[in-house]
């Protein structure tokens, strides 16, 4: 109840036209001289001069490119002439989504407290604060200046090779954070999905997208219709399935357009606001389903399975890996997750770009079908 009160005041909070100190969040907080110290520290004699923001899109969050003018000594011990920025929306209702669901509080906290631990794997911070009411402001490095970066969106043609290079980021994101004693320290903050903030609003608005996803014009087969609604009609039982599991740290959003390609070949990935403490096949079904072209996955996906378990043991989990046969198992229950989150987006509309969520909602359709995923779903009631 407590849980509810609090995301509801959140959610207000979000769409108020103003809260206390929101001058010190969004994009046009952000002043030259705090960017320049943030950026310029360290190199003696540079001096941010002037900054400049470029909107890129106004949406769930506000996003800009910066770009920065240093004077001679930042110039010549090469510090960057840009930076990417996200920030307050200025749009009522995204900011109180972002607001009644936490996201920009996780984001702001995943940057000051964990992005240290996988700074191989994802963006560089500059700085990043948050106040209430879906009020912040994260600048990091704008990855295009690192060279040959391959930026990818939901519905491109994943390669194999970049596919095995999310694999490989995934097993050491949760290798890293497996059962971690941080999540009794200085991570007790972070809340498994059924407890973050706004999760009693996402249990009514599955059931709600998943009558309006059905009611829409498209082919669904029967067997995903009713695999559908048994989900959102028993979301507690599935809830304490998948937090019965052991648990790491989840990126929560695996799909191709959250992950880039840098200039070795590795992969990276951005966009933490839906983190949480999860098993990590969640991560894995749900970037195989979103992500990878039909035929692709059926061709390798025992082997990405294979992969992420030898990485995952490699970078934490040691023995406790399970099995090939029980993680094969847990990777079919949780592509349930994973669809719930299509279902979801084509519901409600705008979260990503229709087109590009049809393509994901058929490959997603093909792995539900092929895995037989209402069998083993029936039999976990």
């Known amino acids: 109840m407590r849980h509810g009160l609090a995301s509801a005041r959140d959610l207000a909070l979000g769409v108020s036209p103003w809260v ?17 110290r943030a950026i310029g520290r360290g190199v003696p004699g540079a001096r941010l001069e002037s900054h400049e923001v470029v909107i890129d899109s106004r949406g769930t969050t506000d996003r800009a490119r910066i770009m920065l003018r240093w004077n001679q000594a930042g110039t010549d011990a090469g510090l960057p002439a840009s930076a990417f920025a996200k920030g307050t929306s200025t749009q009522v209702a995204p900011r109180g989504i972002v607001s009644g669901f936490g996201c920009h509080s996780y984001e702001t906290r995943f940057f000051q407290q964990i992005q240290p631990s996988l700074e191989d794997l994802t963006v560089r911070p500059f700085l990043a604060r948050h106040g209430i009411g879906g009020r ?100 507690d039982v599935f809830v304490k399935v998948w937090e019965s599991m052991p648990m790491t740290l989840c990126h929560g959003d ?48 025992e082997n990405l399975l294979r992969r992420y378990l030898a990485g995952l043991a490699e970078h934490g989990a040691g023995g406790e890996v399970p099995s090939f046969d029980e993680a094969f198992d847990r990777y079919r229950l949780l592509t349930i997750d994973g669809w719930i989150a299509i279902v979801f987006s084509l519901a409600a509309g705008g979260m990503q770009p229709d087109d590009r969520m049809e393509v994901t909602a058929v490959r997603a359709i093909n792995t539900l079908m092929d895995l037989d995923v209402e069998k083993v779903v029936d039999a976990e009631l």
Not at 20 to 36: F, K, M, N, V, W
Not at 278 to 298: K, Q
Request: overall charge negative.
């Open 20 to 36: 206390p100190r929101q001058g010190r969040y969004g994009l046009d907080s952000i002043t030259t001289a705090e960017l320049g």
């Open 136 to 235: 912040y402001v994260i600048v990091f490095e704008d990855l295009a200046l690192r060279g040959d970066v391959t930026f990818l969106n939901a519905d491109d043609e994943c390669t194999k090779e970049h596919a095995e290079g999310v694999i490989d980021l995934l097993a050491k994101l949760h290798g890293r954070f497996w059962r971690s004693p941080r999540f009794s320290t200085d991570l007790a903050w972070l809340e498994t999905y059924s407890r973050r903030p706004g999760y009693p609003f996402m249990r009514q608005l599955f059931k709600w997208s998943e009558k309006r996803f059905m009611n829409q014009d498209r082919e669904v087969p029967d067997s995903v219709r009713r695999l559908t609604k048994t989900y959102v009609d028993n979301q």
């Open 254 to 301: 695996t799909h191709l357009g959250n992950t880039f390609s840098d200039p070795d070949g590795t992969a990276g990935i951005y966009d933490w606001q839906v983190f949480h403490k999860m098993n990590g096949l969640r991560d894995v079904a749900y970037f195989l389903m979103h992500s990878i072209p039909t035929e692709l996955r059926r061709a390798e996906q």
